[in-house]
């Protein structure tokens, strides 16, 4: 199964019931192991939960700290962006290079990378004391 085909499948687990607008994401281990994530929203916005947050989240639990691979799918026109805050996380875990891909459940699909989504993350390195 692809990473975009698992991000597709456990999308219709998100619990959406605000806005129906079900997200799924997957990400792969430097292991090679995929981990999965779907929002989770909360009637007290904004409590709720990203998918990619989701994904991450499961991976750092399996005792993963890099991922090599990234695929969100919505409903949507077009390939829904990651949020911002969703873009550090990612960042946090992958380099620049890793390959994200963003699709529609219709078949639009946009490859990019961390590096491209957020150009000017913030790092360690902004940390270091001089």
Do not use: W
């Not at 990612?90 to 491209?116: D, H, M, W, Y």
């Not at 957020?118 to 001089?130: I, Q, T, V, Y």
């Amino acid at each position: 199964m692809s990473l975009l085909d698992a991000a597709r499948e456990v999308r219709e687990n998100a619990y959406a019931p605000y806005s129906r607008f079900k997200v799924g994401a997957a990400v792969r281990g430097a292991s090679g192991r995929v981990y999965r994530g779907v929002n989770v929203e909360n009637v007290a916005y904004p409590e709720g939960t990203c998918a990619e947050a989701g994904a991450i989240a499961a991976m750092v639990a399996a005792g993963e700290t890099e991922l090599v691979e990234v695929a969100v799918i919505a409903d949507s026109p077009e390939p829904v962006p990651c949020c911002g805050g969703c873009r550090q996380k990612l960042a946090e875990f992958g380099k620049p290079g890793t390959p994200v891909t963003l699709a529609t459940v219709s078949g639009k699909v946009l490859a990019t990378t961390i590096g491209e989504l957020l150009p000017a993350r913030f790092d360690p390195s902004h940390m270091d004391k001089c």
